[in-house]
Structure formats: C-alpha cells, structure tokens
C-alpha cells in the first residue's frame, strides 16, 4: 500500500477545547477513506486540518505531524495556497459563487495565472467530464451555476475543485443537502474519481460509507477509536464502542 498522507500523534485545539486527541492514521493513495462518528466527535475538525483550512478560525493551534508530499504540512515551509491547490475541498453545501458555470470551473486556474482561452477552455471541458456534469451543461457554460439543481451544484463544485488538478480531494459530508438519486450519481463519481484522486470523505451515514469507501475510521469524542478496511470494520469490527456505533445502538 503506498500512503499519500501520514498523520502522526496529532492534537488539535479550539482555544483550550481539546477536539482531536492524538490521532495516528495512513491515508493510502487513490483509496476512499471514510471518516464516520457521532455527531461532535471532530470527523470535520480532522478533514479541516488536511488542507489547514482551520487555520482561517482564530484562536486554534495543534501539536503534531501531518505529513504530505514527504513534508509536514504545517512547516513554514509549505505554501498553504499551494497545499490547498494539491488538498482540495467539496463542502456540505454547494457552494458555487455568483457567476456562470464557465467562471465557476476557471476561477482556480485564472487566479494562478492561465489566461489562455483556449487553455481554459479545455480545463472547463475537461473538468466538467471529470465530475460527470458536462453532458448536462455543455450548451449553456454561460447560464449562473445558481440555475443548476443542488446535486448539480455540487457536481459542480466537485468540477472546480478538479480544474485546479489536485492530488487529494477532501469531501465534508457532500451528499447531505442533496436526495437520494443526486446523492447516488455523486457516490457513482466519486467510485470514479479514486482512480486519480485520494479521496477522504466524511459521511454521516453509515451506509454510504459501506458502499462508497476502501477504508473506514471511527471517531468518538476526539478520538480515532478504530481504522482499517470497510468490509472489515463493519463486519468485524475489534472495538466494542464501533460495533455499538455500527449497529446502532450508539448512546
Ligand atoms: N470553530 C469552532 N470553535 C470552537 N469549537 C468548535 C469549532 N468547530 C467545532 N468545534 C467543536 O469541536 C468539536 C468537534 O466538532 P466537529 O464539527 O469537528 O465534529 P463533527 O464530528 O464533524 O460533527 P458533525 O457530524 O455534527 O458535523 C465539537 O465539540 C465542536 O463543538
């Protein structure tokens, strides 16, 4: 197995809130790996720290390692508009800006400098087949991304996190606001998309990540209670508190 991010004894802190409580975990290359847990055990705080998106909040600080690309992601010497280039993110909600889908897949790579037509216009191309939106789209990249149905939206901003051609892409629970058959063509994608991509996913439901997943870690309160391959968490799992978690009767 090769392992595209290691993470090593990591505590993260919100002011003197204890949310990660020394987390050990490989991340393998090209795998989906699902994070599951109740709710408030720090699966989001955990993904967040992947591409330091935490850094934005005021008043948080970690101790430990996470290691990518053969470096710790916090060195000074990491670049975070690069790591976050390389780590994307897909939120829970969509969340695509005000502008037509074209602008909305361009945004990235206009801002690191491609102003090529032709080169954008083969990144929009692309992109869009990537996250399996183009068939629906192609005929009207000009309309707002703000006309498209939320399972679309979220399609789309699958694509605009492609268009910056990243090597990990992070996903914070992005099937929870979209119905069942939007959710299923995202589940389909990201089936795909772990062909190229490292893909790390929170999921509130346990099924999804049964269906969807390589490999499963268990959060409760902070900790990584359990972490190994899906089919073997959820059919023999070694901790009581995830067969409890699994079975639910959680609580
Ligand atoms: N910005 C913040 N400031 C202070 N505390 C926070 C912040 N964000 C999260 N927390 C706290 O950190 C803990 C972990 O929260 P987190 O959102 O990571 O959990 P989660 O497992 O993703 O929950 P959910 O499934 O409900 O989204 C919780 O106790 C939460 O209240």
Known sequence: M????????????????KALNDINIEIEEKKVTAFIGPSGCGKSTFIRTMNRMNDLIDGTKHTGEIIYDGQDIYSPKVDVVELRKKV????????????????NVVFGP??????KKSELDKIVETSLKDAALWEEVKDRLDSSAWSLSGGQQQ?????RALAM???????????SALDPVATSKIEELIEELKDKYTIVIVTHSMQQAGRISDNTAFFLMGNL????????????PEDKRTEDYITGRFG
């Open 2 to 17: 090769s392992v595209k991010i290691n993470v090593k004894n990591l505590d993260f802190y919100y002011g003197d809130f």
């Open 88 to 103: 994307g993110m897909v939120f829970q909600k969509p969340n695509p800006f005000p502008k037509s889908i074209y602008e």
């Open 110 to 115: 206009k801002r690191h400098g491609i102003k």
């Open 155 to 159: 399609r789309l901003c699958i694509a």
């Open 165 to 175: 051609k990243p090597d990990v892409l992070l996903m914070d629970e992005p099937t």
């Open 225 to 236: 209670v359990e972490y190994g391959e899906t089919s073997r968490i959820f059919s023999s």
